[in-house]
């Protein structure tokens, strides 16, 4: 087996460019931003396009389902074609596609442009966190980088329910497609400024085409079992066929993966030597489930229950993005003292304690100060909490080789959690609800859904507990090493310890 670095990792006195971590939060930003930016523009984007009612959901869907597909592709890519180049593709897809969704005459036009978004997303996110793996040394410069990533994407998420409603009323829903275009073209100039031009010893590697094929069939086939179960329900055979079928496949990626010699997904990532890894993306899935859904559930409960308008919806969650920003604050400047387990088990609970209290306050004449601003705070304040120690956790022990793979391993845990999470929690707030409309039944079936919402938090704070294993030392020295074609690199030497190897490649 040859071993290439297309992307070396610096030494750790080398000081990342200024353009670089800019470049990375925008990244993080838009990807978040267009999850949740179209939905409150949806019945205009219908209404003008001339949408048959059960094709709107596509224009949402259709992101999703590109998105959760290819993430693992666009994570191993960029370790083998080079991240600035990956980078700079997706940006190019990305804003193409914005700008064909803006121009879109047709409903199948605005669909296909939100697909190859997705795509230009999925090649986008896994690139944002490897670059801050690989240009941050371990310790505070590496956890404030890591905390602004995880406040970007909260904040895209919550900003883009807050700008969905602003440019729907005030524009026009082609403005939440287009405002992507100049972000996009700002971004691509930095990147040229900001991240590194992509270096390659020795001959490429062969790319993982079977593994490639099996994993985004596989997980495009999940994602739209999932995201269809309100339509056809769990039970239906459509449903069962899916989900059977995605099953199958990504059983025989797994098949697959344990017989490469360049695998897609190294399975070693998620064994015993990488328990910090393991309990990321088993964090990652659950905490989304309930994150993602809790968004859902908010908004609609602003609006149906409450009365409140788009733009008055998005405002209400300007305090979730205050605590967002206050825990990963906290966490950042405590994440070497405390060490990553401990955070992310309080975040967790804390985060659930936030959803309980939506689950006991939620009905029909709830008023934003009684029933959406404490819990709004607390439970943002947890989640932000998260974001440093998991973003770590994920690429602890991670050969700089194998970043991309590692990060693509997390973004897809967290997609795959959303639409999951998303997926249930409907069918319990439908079934708590039952054949009620009124303001009263809404609100007990949203009051079901936050309550799962917090349980699957504390599941992932327990989860954490027992997978994690000992903290990790996210301050521990780098010392450099030879990859096996004689370039340099550095490497966390405290990941060596953790995990009880002995690397006969350490300098």
């Known amino acids: 087996m040859v071993n290439v670095n297309p992307n070396p990792r610096p030494g750790p006195d080398a000081r990342p460019g200024r353009w670089l971590l800019p470049v990375l939060l925008t990244v993080q930003f838009l990807v978040s931003l267009d999850m949740s930016v179209v939905n409150i523009a949806l019945p205009d984007m219908g209404d003008d396009l001339g949408f048959a009612p059960d094709a709107l959901l596509w224009v949402v869907n259709a992101y999703a389902l590109a998105f959760g597909g290819l993430l693992m592709l666009g994570g191993r890519l960029a370790d083998l074609v080079g991240r600035r180049r990956i980078l700079t593709w997706g940006f190019a897809v990305f804003g193409a596609a914005s700008l064909a969704g803006g121009l879109a005459l047709a409903p199948g036009q605005l669909i296909a442009a939100r697909a190859v978004q997705g795509a230009g997303a999925a090649a986008l996110a896994p690139v944002a966190l490897a670059l801050i793996t690989v240009h941050y040394a371990a310790g505070p410069a590496r956890s404030r980088a890591l905390g602004l990533w995880g406040v970007s994407g909260a904040l895209g998420g919550a900003v883009g329910i807050m700008a969905g409603g602003l440019l729907t009323d005030w524009v026009g829903w082609r403005s939440v497609m287009l405002i992507n275009v100049p972000v996009v073209l700002a971004a691509l100039l930095a990147a040229r400024r900001g991240i590194p031009a992509d270096r390659r010893t020795g001959p490429a590697p062969r790319p993982d085409i079977t593994g490639a094929l099996l994993v985004t069939a596989g997980t495009t086939l999940l994602v739209l079992g999932l995201v269809r179960t309100e339509t056809y329900g769990w039970g239906s055979g459509t449903t069962l066929a899916t989900l059977g079928g995605a099953a199958a496949l990504l059983a025989a990626f797994v098949a697959v993966e344990a017989r490469k010699r ?65 825990g990963s604050t906290v966490a950042t400047r405590t994440v070497a003292r405390l060490g990553e387990r401990t955070l992310l088990v309080a975040g967790g609970l804390l985060g659930a304690a936030g959803f309980g209290w939506f689950a006991l306050t939620v009905e029909a004449g709830s008023t934003f100060l009684g029933s959406v601003l ?97 903290r990790t030392s996210p301050i521990a020295p780098l010392r450099p090493a030879k990859t096996p074609t004689g370039e340099e690199t550095s490497k966390n030497f405290g990941d060596d310890v953790e995990t009880g190897v002995s690397r006969s490649t350490q300098g």
């Open 262 to 326: 360049e695998p897609l997904l190294r399975l070693g990532l998620l064994g015993t030597a990488h328990r910090p890894v393991l309990s990321a993306n088993v964090f990652a899935l659950l905490m989304s489930s309930g994150q993602f859904a809790a968004f859902y559930f908010t908004s609609l409960h602003l609006q149906q229950v409450m009365g409140y308008g788009p733009t008055a919806a998005g405002a209400a969650f300007l305090p979730f993005c205050a605590g967002i920003v206050v």
């Open 374 to 470: 404490g819990p709004s705070l607390v439970a943002s304040v947890g989640i932000g909490l998260c974001f440093v120690p998991l973003g770590t956790s994920a690429t602890s022990g991670v050969a700089p080789e194998e970043t991309g793979m590692a990060s693509g391993l997390l973004n897809s845990s967290r997609q795959l959690g959303g639409s999951l999470g998303l997926a249930v929690l409907v069918t319990v707030a439908a079934s708590a609800t039952g054949q009620g409309r009124g303001r009263g039944a809404l609100a007990e079936g949203y009051a079901a859904a936050f309550a799962v919402s917090a349980g699957l938090l504390v599941a992932a704070a327990l989860a954490t507990a027992a997978l994690h294993g000992r």
